[in-house]
Nanobody, 120 residues
Framework: QVQLVESGGGLVQPGGSLRLSCAAS???????MGWYRQAPGKQRELVAT???????NYADSVKGRFTISSDNAKNTVYLQMNSLKPEDTAVYYCNMYARLRAWLPEDNYWGQGTQVTVSS
């Protein structure tokens, strides 16, 4: 019943920018939102997270270049990616740690992924 719809991926040259969005439906309460990525042959890794209170956490590889933000009223999380590098190429996945119903426990929910390719 829950659906996380991602958008904003694409092909960009090194040094360029992209803005990813992820909007959730079927969720009543979100504790934490985040972005993860997985490159071919690599494990999925944390990119950035943001709590409902606004606290953020970033992977060392993206600090100073990426910014995570959220609109809690719209159940939406964003990832602004600047100064992109070829090593940023991966499938980016949206994640939300949330409740589907007030009487259910929190659980992790994932988007389907969006491809980001950084190449000249």
């Amino acid at each position: 019943q829950v659906q996380l719809v991602e958008s904003g991926g694409g092909l960009v040259q090194p040094g360029g920018s992209l803005r990813l969005s992820c909007a959730a439906s079927g969720i009543v309460s979100i504790n934490r939102m985040g972005w993860y990525r997985q490159a071919p042959g690599k494990q999925r890794e944390l990119v950035a997270t943001i709590t409902s209170s606004g606290s953020t956490n970033y992977a060392d590889s993206v600090k100073g270049r990426f910014t995570i933000s959220s609109d809690n009223a719209k159940n939406t999380v964003y990832l602004q990616m600047n100064s992109l590098k070829p090593e940023d190429t991966a499938v980016y996945y949206c994640n939300m740690y949330a409740r589907l119903r007030a009487w259910l426990p929190e659980d992790n929910y994932w988007g389907q992924g969006t491809q980001v390719t950084v190449s000249s």
